[in-house]
Every structure is written in C-alpha cells, then in structure tokens.
C-alpha cells in the first residue's frame, strides 16, 4: 500500500496529512524508540507509514533488534547505548516506549524530564501508584502522553461509540469481553533468536527497577510469563479490554472487582495464570465480565458483547448490531390457570399487545445490521493522533489518566485473584484501595 492509501485506508484526518505533506523537513517531528522489540517495530511502521514524522534514534538491550530497526529506517536512524544517552539528544521530540512493563514509569519519567513527549505501550503502568506519577509529571511539565490500546482509534469502535452514544443499544448494563488462545505463541512462548546469548543481550539493562536474577533468555524473550516485568493476562490482554469499556461506556474505573485465575496448562516456569475470569461493576451503572484462556480459542481475541435493553453490540474485527427481539410470553403461565380466566386474560386490548404471536413476526424483523473493516492496522490512525497532539498541545482521549485507569482495572484483577478477595477503587485518590 502506498503512504497515501494507508493514510486514506486508516481514516486519518485529510487536514492533518495535507498540513503535513506542506511542512518542511525541518518540521518533520524526531522520534526516538526506547525498546525495538516485536510491537515497536509494528509501531515504526505505523510511523513510516504517516507524513511529517522521522524515526531518528533507537535503543533496545538486545542487538539484533537495535539492527532490525535501523535497517527499517533504511539506515538513517542512529542506535544509541541506553535510554539517558538517546534522551540527551535535544533533537529529538518524542519517544516511543516500548519495552516489558516494568520499565515503563521510570522511562516515561526520564523522558518527561528531558522535555519530550511519549507514545508509552499498553499497560502504562506495572504497579497502580506509577499511574499518579506519571499523571503528575505529565502535568508538571506540560508533557504530551498517549498510551497505545490502538483499538479505540479504529473506524469500528469509532462507529460503536456512536451508536452507544445515540442510544440504539438502549440501557446497557452487562458487558461481556474475551481473549481467548490456544497455541504456544498464543501463550507468550516465543521462539528465541539463535543469536542471543551474553554478548548480543544486555541483562542488566533488561532488568533495570526488576529484582535481580540469573541471566535467562526465556525471561528476557517470554517476559510476560512473569510478575517480575508483566502482570500477565490481566496486563496484557485486560487492559486493552478496559481501554475500550472506558472509552465507549463514558466510565472512570470500577469500584468493585473480583476475579480468578488459575495456571491449567502451560507450566514452563511461568507465575502467572493461562485462564483468568473477573467480574468490574461500575457506578456508571453496568458490569463487566472479562475472560481469558489460553487453552482453547473459540471466541476470537479482543471481542465485545455490549448487551442493552434495546440492542447488542458485538465487536471483533467489525461490529454487528442486533436489535433486541424479546417478546412478553406467558403462556405457560396462565395455562394453568381455570379456563375462564386464560381466556379472559387474552382478551385484555394491552395483553393482545404484547403477548399475542400475530404481533411476533413484525418484532422479529427487527434491525440487524453489520460494519465491517478488515485489513487495516488500527496502529496508523492511533499513533496520527498521537503526532496531531503533539502538534496541538491537546491530548489525546488516551492519555495518562486514561492509560492509568485501564492499567489500573488489570492490578485490581490481579490483586483480588492472588489475595482471594474484593478489591476497591478510591475515586478520591483516583486509585485503588490497598
Ligand atoms: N498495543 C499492542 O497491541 C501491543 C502488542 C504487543 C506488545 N505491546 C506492548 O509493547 C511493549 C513491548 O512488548 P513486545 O511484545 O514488543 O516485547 P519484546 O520483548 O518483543 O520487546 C521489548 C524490547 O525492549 C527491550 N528492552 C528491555 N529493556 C530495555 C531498556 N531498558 N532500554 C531499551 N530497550 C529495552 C528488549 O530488548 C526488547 O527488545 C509491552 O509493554 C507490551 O505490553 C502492545
């Protein structure tokens, strides 16, 4: 696909391409990748696909991966030893970060602190208080920060906002999520490159604010397997699910959760569950089921039921909306009734109404209607909004409190699952009880 297409495909805004296709190269916004593993170099390509943006500088702690991203810029990107060095370069505008979880307060700190902007990966958070810092900082220093749940820039999430916000749905009250998997990779066991070894992987630099442990290229390449650097599913697959409740439900954050998760199959080392089950009832008025294995995929990953009293809404790769069709049936009821009164029962004007089956068929033709968009990264537009804003100064919906409150969600599940209880929000301090 050519750039132009991908812009057009993706739904970015004309404006925004127009008024960058007219900037010169030295308007270009300089962007810095901190971590060039699997998803950052999804998001340079993203980046390349997008005008008036240039990915100057990288650095990850492993070689091959600083090699790969170099050759993505055709070689004009520069590697650099560490993130303080990267940051050092006044050039440079924003930075991606894109590293295991644990990494991600103290890098978006350290950025903040050197005047740049940030695009942090999903969860923005590996414990909930990070997200106050970073809410905090970001504010201090008047700092761009968009987190990357893609999904909810997609033109399908987009049109499922609309039809919620215009009330097709009616009242929802019970929300259902899955991600749902059945393979190795599925369950974070990446293959390793044959090249890794002390001398391409830097351990220490991996491990950064993590305890310290023996080198392992199973816990530098499968992070998600542990809850020294991930918090598992709850962090890398909730979250993303909590991203698009939020955004689409108008919600904060939960003030109930409870959830279990139980380790069943993949038992290579890892501490963290492969099935996990949580129940969020918000005071927005709904509550939200989310569930995950790793043990089977019939229900494809990352989809939604929005369950109203007027229509549903499931979302996956498209959406399908699905007028409700209940009908009043009390047949069975008054059929035990003396005669007498069923008849008279079913010659009351309001009963006929609503009981009677001559009525059904007009109800049963009742909307179901289908939007589909395949074959489109949702990264392109998500990551046009986050250049848009650091271009206008006005951030994004997917900003530090947005990202703290979706991370959030993800440890309140994590919490109530190991220590078998309820866990509460605190919406005075903006997060959870402890
Ligand atoms: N939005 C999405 O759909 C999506 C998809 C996948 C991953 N992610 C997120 O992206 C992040 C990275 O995940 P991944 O799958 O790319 O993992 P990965 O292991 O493939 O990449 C992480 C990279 O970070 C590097 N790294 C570690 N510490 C570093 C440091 N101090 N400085 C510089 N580089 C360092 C590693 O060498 C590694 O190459 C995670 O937060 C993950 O949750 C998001």
């Not at 974070?188 to 080198?215: C, H």
Request: with cysteine.
């Amino acid at each position: 696909m050519s750039r132009r297409s991908l812009i057009q495909a993706a739904g970015v805004s004309p404006l925004l391409a127009q008024s960058d296709a007219k900037a010169s190269v030295n308007d270009r916004i300089q962007v810095g990748m901190i971590g060039t593993g699997a998803r950052a170099q999804e998001l340079m390509q993203a980046l390349l696909a997008l005008p008036g943006v240039e990915i100057v500088a990288v650095v990850d702690a492993y070689k091959g991966r600083a090699q790969r991203a170099i050759e993505r810029t055709g070689g004009r990107a520069k590697a650099y030893a560490n993130h303080h060095d990267l940051l050092a370069q006044k050039s440079i505008d924003a930075v991606v970060v894109a590293t295991p979880d644990h990494w991600h307060r103290q890098l978006v700190l350290d950025a903040f602190e050197s005047g740049k902007d940030v695009y942090c990966e999903k969860p923005l958070t590996y414990r909930s208080a990070d997200g106050l810092d970073i809410i905090r900082a970001a504010r201090e220093r008047n700092r761009i920060l968009q987190v990357g749940s893609q999904g909810m820039s997609s033109a399908v999430q987009q049109k499922a906002k609309e039809m919620i916000r215009a009330g097709r749905l009616g009242r929802i009250t019970i929300i259902r999520a899955a991600y749902n998997r059945n393979t190795a990779s599925g369950a974070w066991i990446y293959p390793i490159p044959p090249d890794a070894s002390p001398q391409t992987v830097n351990w220490e630099m991996f491990l950064g604010p993590a305890p310290k442990r023996a080198f392992s290229l199973e816990r530098f390449f499968r992070w998600r397997c542990f809850e020294d650097y991930s918090g598992g599913i709850a962090t890398d697959l909730f979250v993303h699910l909590c991203t698009t409740i939020h955004y689409l439900m108008d919600a904060k954050a939960p003030a109930k959760v409870v959830a279990m998760g139980e380790l069943y199959r993949w038992k290579d080392g890892r501490d963290v569950p492969d099935t996990l089950n949580a129940i969020l009832e918000y005071p927005e008025g709904f509550v939200v089921n989310l569930s995950s294995t790793f043990n089977n995929q019939s229900s494809s990953e990352g989809s939604f039921q929005f369950l109203g009293t007027e229509g549903s809404l499931t979302i996956g790769d498209g959406l399908t909306f699905r007028a409700e069709n209940a009908i009043e049936d009390n047949r069975w009821i008054v059929d035990s009734w003396p005669t007498q009164l069923e008849e008279a029962y079913y010659k009351d004007p309001k009963v006929r109404q609503a009981e009677v089956p001559e009525s059904w068929p007009q109800k049963a033709a009742a909307a179901s209607e289908q939007y589909n968009q395949r074959g489109i990264d949702t990264t392109v537009p998500h990551m046009a909004n986050w250049l848009a804003s650091i271009r206008t100064r006005k951030p994004y919906w997917e900003d530090a409190t947005a990202g703290h409150r979706a991370a959030a969600c993800a440890h309140m599940v994590n919490r109530s699952a190991k220590e078998r209880r309820l866990v509460e929000w605190d919406y005075t301090k903006d997060d959870m009880k402890v």
